[in-house]
């Protein structure tokens, strides 16, 4: 289907998009890759009367070093992602993940940033981003201002920002010294994670000093494995002790129900794949 | 209307576009580009893949204001300038690459795509990089050969 009619604004710098967005009033969107938006426009599921175009606003298209932690520009590719030397060097949690978005032709054009504020529950990169307490730049008509992760993916494809905001960029911490993986589960033509679980696990001579679990598509927003986490913590780097933290994967958590996976079936897969995703993040 | 300037197969275009026109719906119905043929309209199946800037895209998932300043290459671009084949697509022909053939011009496109990074896949990767296409008539099989094909006649060539 054809997307209904709309005024395109492109903007050259994060406080000409603001601008535009604060012009338009709610009835905006913002434009990145578009392989988020251009489907639901296209279906009709939303009709905005402007599309603010960041994609090329220089800086939200830059990786920049900032000591211990990495600022990935919103604008960003996943397939930029993929391959940036600091991201593969400081964060490879992110490169890995990143290849496993869609598939290549969408990951070209898709976003890090877009993927974030899409915050679709099956999506990879709002889950890498949850398990790492990154924290979110936002710009608005205010300035700016910074929100961690526990607060910016607020519900079903809701987050934070506000219609007069644009995500400028992500910080995330280096991770040197922490194993990590992203493991999911999805049908072979559909790259959508029917559950996926991000790990991250500093192991201190046999023991796991420090872990984070985190899952996809076991609610309405990424979420802490809080249980695991606290299972893991301090005992033993074994197949057999992370084997047992992953029982309790999915307590606590509110899968749905739908046409790829019931909500038992959600839970069963949180908690393999939790035992899988940790079990390579320690380098067992 | 938005003024757009793209280099499309090696020609340069200038149009005045509604926001909202789809780069597929450029190419075919203002160019008259058919090479490219629209299947899911969902980016789903990749049968309207493309090269911007070398880099493969479904182009019914780009806007045409989005390729403003860009290059554009079809699978009407790829043949070489005296009228003889890209060897992908010598090598589908070959390897009788494709059935009814609606997938073949984004087959192509993805594979030019894939070989331009990864000059000796195996036949894994070719899969993988192949995974945002899909075959109704599932000919997977001779489709992966002909990537595997045109990657040893690329490689002898520039060797």
Redesign the interface.
């Known amino acids: 289907?054809?997307?209904?009619?709309?005024?395109?604004v492109?903007a050259s710098t994060v406080d000409e998009a603001v601008a535009a967005l604060t012009a338009a009033g709610e009835d905006a969107k913002v434009?990145g890759g578009?392989?988020s938006l251009?489907?639901v426009?296209?279906?009709r599921l939303n009709s905005p009367s402007v599309?603010v175009?960041v994609?090329e606003v220089d800086e939200m298209r830059q990786v920049t070093d900032e000591g211990s932690a990495l600022l990935v520009g919103a604008a960003v590719t996943t397939?930029e992602v993929m391959h940036h030397d600091l991201v593969t060097a400081h964060v490879p949690l992110l490169a890995q993940t990143a290849a496993l978005v869609?598939?290549?032709?969408?990951r070209?054009?898709g976003t890090f940033g877009g993927s974030c504020t899409h915050a679709d529950p099956s999506g990879d990169m709002p889950t890498v981003a949850r398990v790492l307490d990154a924290e979110f730049v936002v710009a608005g008509p205010g300035g700016r201002r910074t929100v961690p992760a526990a607060d910016f993916f607020v519900d079903f494809f809701t987050t934070a920002v506000g219609p007069d905001e644009v995500l400028v960029a992500v910080r995330l911490p280096k991770m040197g010294g922490w194993g990590s993986h992203y493991e999911k589960f999805h049908r072979t033509?559909?790259?959508w994670a029917i559950v996926g679980v991000a790990a991250a696990v500093r192991v201190e001579g046999g023991t796991i000093a420090e872990a984070r679990v985190a899952l996809t598509n076991m609610g309405a927003t990424p979420i802490r494995a809080a249980s695991v986490e606290a299972a893991l913590t301090g005992g033993p780097a074994t197949a057999e002790a992370i084997a047992a933290a992953a029982e309790s994967a999915a307590d606590g958590t509110s899968p749905t129900s739908d046409t790829h996976a019931d909500a038992e079936f959600r839970r069963h897969l949180a908690r393999v794949l939790t035992k899988r995703a940790v079990t390579k993040a320690a380098g067992l | 209307m938005?003024h757009i300037g793209v280099t499309v197969d090696g020609t340069h275009r200038h149009a005045d576009v509604?926001?909202?026109l789809?780069l597929v719906?450029w190419l075919r119905e203002d160019l008259g580009l058919v090479g490219t043929p629209i299947g899911c309209?969902?980016?789903?199946c990749?049968a309207c893949?493309v090269l911007?800037d070398g880099?493969?895209?479904?182009s019914?998932?780009?806007?045409a204001?989005?390729v403003d300043g860009k290059e554009v290459t079809t699978i009407q671009g790829l043949t070489v300038e005296d009228g003889e084949w890209h060897p992908v697509q010598k090598a589908f022909k070959e390897c009788h690459g494709l059935q009814c053939g609606y997938c073949t011009p984004g087959m192509v496109l993805?594979s030019v795509?894939?070989l331009s990074e990864n000059p000796d896949p195996t036949e894994e990767e070719i899969r993988q990089?192949l995974?945002?296409?899909?075959c109704r008539c599932t000919g997977y099989h001779n489709i992966v050969k002909a990537v595997a094909t045109a990657a040893a006649e690329m490689r002898g060539g520039t060797s």
């Open positions: 289907m054809i997307p209904s009619s709309f005024d395109y492109k434009l578009g392989q251009l489907p426009l296209r279906l599309l175009d994609s397939y869609a598939d290549p032709a969408i070209h054009r033509a559909q790259a | 938005t509604e926001p909202r789809l719906h309209d969902t980016s789903n990749g893949t911007v880099r493969s895209v479904k019914c998932s780009v806007l204001v989005q993805a795509d894939l990089g995974e945002g296409n899909l």
